[in-house]
C-alpha cells in the first residue's frame, strides 16, 4: 500500500481492531484502532480524533484488515 495521508500529514504503522471472522468478508466491524503520524519530521501517536478519521475511510480499514490476516 502506498503511503497514507491525512490533513497532509504522513501515516503509518497502522494496528486494526474489531476483526470478527463471522463477518467475513465484510469485516464492517473493524477499526483502525492505532497509527503513527510523521509531523514536523517526527513521528508521534495518532490522537482519537485522527484514529476516528482514519477508520472512516472502509478502503484503508479493509486493506489493514487484509495485511493484518494474510
Same mark, same amino acid.
Given at each position: #500500500?502506498?503511503?497514507? &495521508?491525512?490533513?497532509?500529514?504522513?501515516?503509518?504503522?497502522?494496528?486494526?481492531?474489531?476483526?470478527? #471472522?463471522?463477518?467475513?468478508?465484510?469485516?464492517?466491524?473493524?477499526?483502525?484502532?492505532?497509527?503513527?503520524? &510523521?509531523?514536523?519530521?517526527?513521528?508521534?501517536?495518532?490522537?482519537?480524533?485522527? &484514529?476516528?478519521?482514519?477508520?472512516?475511510?472502509?478502503? &484503508?480499514?479493509?486493506?489493514?484488515?487484509?495485511?493484518?490476516?494474510?
Amino acid at each position: #500500500m502506498k503511503n497514507y &495521508l491525512l490533513n497532509g500529514l504522513e501515516v503509518a504503522d497502522f494496528e486494526v481492531d474489531g476483526i470478527n #471472522m463471522r463477518d467475513y468478508p465484510d469485516f464492517c466491524d473493524a477499526f483502525i484502532s492505532d497509527a503513527s503520524v &510523521l509531523e514536523n519530521g517526527k513521528w508521534r501517536d495518532a490522537t482519537d480524533l485522527e &484514529l476516528d478519521a482514519l477508520s472512516d475511510d472502509s478502503d &484503508l480499514v479493509y486493506a489493514q484488515v487484509e495485511k493484518h490476516l494474510y
